[in-house]
């Protein structure tokens, strides 16, 4: 004897069940968002370089959106950041490795 309670049932006098359907994987296709201009400025911050994300599209997202981008491109980019006026400041020249995140995730940008 297992222990096992249910050991004892094989299911015969069960009805059959519904038909099992097919799993068909759902392509992930990310929307088509706004158009990003990268900009690398140093004249005016002490020597210091800095990547600037502006355009159109990006001034016309409120602010929590603005927020969000800026937490998800300094996770990405590892580096400080912060928002001047409608405009994202990164430290560093970071414009390369923005341009390869930004179109990964569905922006448009002018590099």
């Known amino acids: 004897m297992s222990g096992n309670p249910f050991d004892k049932l094989d299911g015969a006098d069960l009805p059959p069940g519904p038909p099992i359907k097919p799993v068909v994987p759902i ?53 400080g950041g912060t928002l001047e006026n409608r405009e994202i400041v990164l430290q560093g020249d970071r414009r390369e490795t923005a341009k390869a995140w930004l179109l990964k995730e569905g922006y448009t940008t002018n590099l």
């Open 27 to 79: 392509a992930k296709v990310k929307p088509k968002l706004g158009k990003i201009i990268l900009q690398y400025e140093r004249a005016g911050r002490g020597g210091k370089e800095v990547t600037i994300f502006k355009g159109l599209w990006l001034e016309s997202q409120d602010m929590r959106m603005r927020e969000a981008l800026l937490k998800q491109l300094k996770k990405a980019m590892g580096t």
